[in-house]
């Protein structure tokens, strides 16, 4: 299964990406030369496999845990809007949202 | 002090460094000086993007004070760098990124935070591939860094200035991230020692994310030893922070190495590796990898059955399909962990824009180089809809498979060893219009990641070119212990890792 031209356009809308033709056509033979090596992953039988996603599960319990829902953390605004790119009275500045 | 002792200082390892600072043959203050002056007479390198001059002096004299009090741990007062992947409250992080252009953060990442308490001197941040994407340090936005044995290779990657400062003896030690080699394959394209510890021994908190299921710190050094002191004051829980670190204590992985430290009464005859089985998984010994770089393994085997050691054949059947699965997961944790990146609360944000959802596209695609933008595409296709189970869920599956094969593997054996890397470093520009053969050149350390195995390269020898190879040496489940005191044998009966490139060698 190869991607095509409207497939990338549609993925890049997700990813909040512009891409001109230019962009489009490079990431199009990329992902396909890229797909080709996924193929093989098909052919494995995974029929009753649980999926892995903290690797150490394979050898011990890994609880997910969830600490205290208590404030831990001190204000510290000026800190956290240090590096923003438009704030003005201690608010982060965006495009109008609703009309 | 005497100008040629001065001359030498830089290629004090860790441990040299620290005895003599416990000692008082020389101040942290003068140890701290003297690199900054040689990372200011090294800028073609490509290794710092930040460095920290004036803190860094606080920070020796504050070390000296305590030396001078009679304070004696283990770190204090030695000199380290850090990749610019863990953010820093008072240096700026980039993540070699021009999203990052000029970032703050709040705080400390909690590496970051324990190698300060642990006395070190923090030069400053180095060079990395763009959000730790990349095996050759040519994805940085800020101009690739440059190998010390050949200015016009790569250092690999994704910690490139790690391993090129410590290499070019700028720094004793640096911090590394390794997500799918990017600690022992840079250290062994530079011949330098690095460890990547079991997934979840060193802490998250405060690295720049870019596969939250596979990222994680280590030490790159001269020598296990080194890389060990380092690593007995990184690793621990960090429970409230990182919800993935591990409630397992820190350890000394020192204090045996310490024990058994002498290089010159080390007898040559001695059997210290009595008993060890060495795994060789025939899928890493294929002929995928370049002669020269099989010869320099073949040699340090021997080497190792020298010590006492026993080569046992195994098989790791799905070596091949971690390409694939790794290249499916990594991406998708990167889709989701990057966009957060959207030009509203930091990082760039485009200067013309019609509506919100413009400026969101206009500031990522200006921010994002191509390669972090193709795992971007990677992993939001593989996770979006009618896609998720074929792709995303069935590679979590294999996953589980290769990390199953792993532990099949270790009832034959103790640690398994391999190359790191199939060809030496590669000349800058060389593969950057084949990004396959990128991905493919990552075949011996995908699979260790995957499984979350800690895993090391040591310097071998040297291979093409005569540039450097490393062995990789791959442990079981918090078995670094074990992992760093085999390096270590090998490091007392072999010199490789002495080796230092001409250029850099006075």
């Given at each position: 299964?190869?991607l095509?031209?409207?497939?990338?356009?549609?993925?890049?809308?997700?990813?909040?990406?512009?891409?001109?033709?230019?962009?489009?056509?490079?990431?199009?033979?990329?992902?396909?030369?890229?797909?080709?090596?996924?193929?093989?992953?098909?052919?494995?039988d995974?029929?009753?496999?649980?999926?892995?996603?903290?690797?150490?599960?394979?050898?011990?319990?890994?609880?997910?845990?969830?600490?205290?829902?208590?404030?831990?953390?001190?204000?510290?605004?000026?800190a956290?809007?240090?590096?923003?790119?438009?704030?003005?009275?201690?608010?982060?500045?965006?495009?109008?949202?609703?009309? | 002090?005497?100008?040629?002792?001065?001359?030498?200082?830089?290629?004090?390892?860790?441990?040299?460094?620290?005895?003599?600072?416990?000692?008082?043959?020389?101040?942290?203050?003068?140890?701290?000086?003297?690199?900054?002056?040689?990372?200011?007479?090294?800028?073609?390198l490509?290794?710092?993007?930040?460095?920290?001059?004036?803190?860094?002096?606080?920070?020796?004299?504050?070390?000296?004070?305590?030396?001078?009090?009679?304070?004696?741990?283990?770190?204090?007062?030695?000199?380290?760098?850090?990749?610019?992947?863990?953010?820093?409250r008072?240096?700026?992080?980039?993540?070699?990124?021009?999203m990052?252009?000029?970032?703050f953060?709040?705080?400390?990442?909690?590496?970051?935070?324990k190698?300060?308490?642990?006395?070190?001197?923090?030069?400053?941040?180095?060079?990395?591939?763009?959000?730790?994407?990349?095996?050759?340090?040519?994805?940085?936005?800020?101009?690739?860094?440059?190998?010390?044995?050949?200015?016009?290779?790569?250092?690999?990657?994704?910690?490139?200035?790690?391993?090129?400062?410590?290499?070019?003896?700028?720094?004793?030690?640096?911090?590394?991230?390794?997500?799918?080699?990017?600690?022992?394959?840079?250290?062994?394209?530079?011949?330098?020692?690095?460890?990547?510890?079991?997934?979840g021994?060193c802490?998250?908190?405060?690295?720049?994310?870019?596969?939250?299921?596979?990222?994680?710190?280590?030490?790159?050094?001269?020598?296990?030893?080194?890389?060990?002191?380092?690593?007995?004051?990184?690793?621990?829980?960090?429970?409230?922070?990182?919800?993935?670190?591990?409630?397992?204590?820190a350890?000394?992985?020192?204090?045996?190495?310490?024990?058994?430290?002498?290089?010159?009464?080390?007898?040559?005859?001695?059997?210290?590796?009595?008993?060890?089985?060495?795994?060789?998984?025939?899928?890493?010994?294929?002929?995928?990898?370049?002669?020269?770089?099989?010869?320099?393994?073949?040699?340090?085997?021997?080497?190792?059955?020298?010590?006492?050691?026993?080569?046992?054949?195994?098989?790791?059947?799905?070596?091949?399909?971690?390409?694939?699965?790794?290249?499916?997961?990594?991406?998708?944790?990167?889709?989701?962990?990057?966009?957060?990146?959207?030009?509203?609360?930091?990082?760039?944000?485009?200067?013309?824009?019609?509506?919100?959802?413009?400026?969101?596209?206009?500031?990522?695609?200006e921010?994002?180089?191509?390669?972090?933008?193709?795992?971007?595409?990677?992993?939001?296709?593989?996770?979006?809809?009618?896609?998720?189970?074929?792709?995303?869920?069935?590679?979590?599956?294999?996953?589980?498979?290769?990390?199953?094969?792993?532990?099949?593997?270790?009832?034959?054996?103790?640690?398994?060893?391999?190359?790191?890397?199939?060809?030496?470093?590669?000349?800058?520009?060389?593969?950057?219009?084949?990004?396959?053969?990128?991905?493919?050149?990552?075949?011996?350390?995908?699979?260790?990641?995957?499984?979350?195995?800690?895993?090391?390269?040591?310097?071998?020898?040297?291979?093409?070119?005569?540039?450097?190879?490393?062995?990789?040496l791959?442990?079981n489940?918090?078995?670094?212990?074990?992992l760093l005191?085999?390096?270590?044998?090998f490091?007392?009966?072999?010199?490789?890792?002495?080796?230092?490139?001409?250029?850099?060698?006075?």
């Amino acid at each position: 299964m190869a991607l095509n031209a409207q497939d990338i356009a549609r993925i890049a809308k997700l990813a909040r990406l512009e891409l001109d033709a230019a962009h489009s056509d490079r990431m199009l033979h990329q992902l396909n030369g890229f797909f080709d090596i996924v193929e093989q992953m098909n052919a494995v039988d995974t029929a009753g496999v649980e999926p892995l996603a903290h690797p150490t599960a394979v050898m011990e319990q890994v609880a997910l845990r969830l600490r205290d829902d208590a404030v831990s953390e001190p204000n510290q605004r000026e800190a956290n809007q240090r590096s923003a790119p438009a704030v003005e009275r201690g608010l982060f500045l965006v495009p109008k949202v609703i009309e | 002090m005497s100008q040629s002792m001065s001359n030498e200082l830089h290629q004090l390892g860790v441990a040299e460094l620290a005895a003599k600072l416990a000692a008082r043959e020389v101040s942290s203050t003068e140890v701290t000086r003297h690199l900054l002056a040689r990372a200011k007479a090294h800028p073609g390198l490509g290794a710092y993007l930040a460095l920290n001059e004036e803190a860094a002096l606080a920070q020796a004299q504050a070390a000296d004070a305590r030396l001078a009090a009679g304070e004696r741990t283990p770190l204090l007062g030695v000199p380290l760098a850090h990749k610019d992947i863990f953010v820093t409250r008072d240096l700026p992080t980039t993540a070699g990124s021009k999203m990052l252009n000029g970032y703050f953060s709040p705080f400390d990442a909690t590496v970051v935070t324990k190698l300060a308490d642990a006395g070190m001197v923090n030069l400053g941040k180095l060079n990395c591939d763009e959000f730790a994407m990349g095996s050759g340090n040519d994805n940085s936005a800020y101009g690739p860094a440059r190998n010390p044995w050949d200015a016009e290779r790569i250092p690999g990657g994704s910690s490139g200035g790690s391993a090129a400062a410590v290499a070019a003896r700028l720094v004793p030690a640096a911090t590394g991230t390794d997500t799918g080699g990017s600690i022992r394959q840079p250290a062994s394209l530079t011949g330098i020692t690095g460890i990547k510890p079991t997934y979840g021994r060193c802490s998250r908190y405060g690295m720049v994310a870019f596969a939250s299921s596979l990222d994680q710190a280590g030490p790159m050094a001269r020598s296990a030893l080194d890389c060990a002191l380092l690593l007995s004051a990184m690793a621990g829980p960090d429970l409230d922070r990182d919800s993935t670190s591990l409630d397992h204590p820190a350890e000394n992985f020192a204090s045996n190495l310490m024990a058994n430290n002498a290089r010159q009464s080390f007898d040559k005859g001695q059997k210290s590796l009595n008993g060890l089985r060495i795994g060789l998984p025939k899928e890493f010994f294929g002929d995928g990898c370049a002669p020269g770089v099989q010869a320099a393994v073949r040699a340090a085997l021997a080497e190792f059955e020298k010590l006492g050691a026993t080569l046992v054949d195994i098989s790791l059947p799905r070596t091949e399909l971690s390409i694939p699965v790794y290249y499916i997961i990594a991406p998708a944790e990167a889709s989701s962990n990057l966009s957060r990146f959207d030009g509203v609360k930091f990082g760039h944000r485009a200067a013309q824009y019609a509506d919100l959802a413009d400026m969101y596209q206009k500031s990522r695609t200006e921010g994002f180089g191509p390669e972090v933008q193709k795992r971007i595409m990677i992993g939001t296709y593989v996770l979006s809809h009618g896609y998720y189970d074929a792709y995303y869920l069935q590679a979590q599956k294999i996953r589980r498979l290769i990390a199953q094969d792993f532990q099949q593997a270790f009832t034959q054996c103790d640690v398994i060893a391999g190359p790191v890397s199939p060809t030496v470093a590669w000349k800058i520009g060389e593969k950057s219009d084949d990004p396959v053969a990128n991905y493919l050149a990552d075949i011996y350390t995908l699979s260790t990641s995957l499984a979350g195995l800690p895993g090391m390269s040591i310097p071998a020898g040297f291979g093409e070119h005569g540039m450097p190879v490393g062995l990789q040496l791959i442990g079981n489940y918090f078995k670094e212990a074990q992992l760093l005191g085999v390096a270590h044998q090998f490091q007392l009966a072999t010199d490789w890792h002495t080796r230092a490139p001409q250029e850099f060698r006075t």
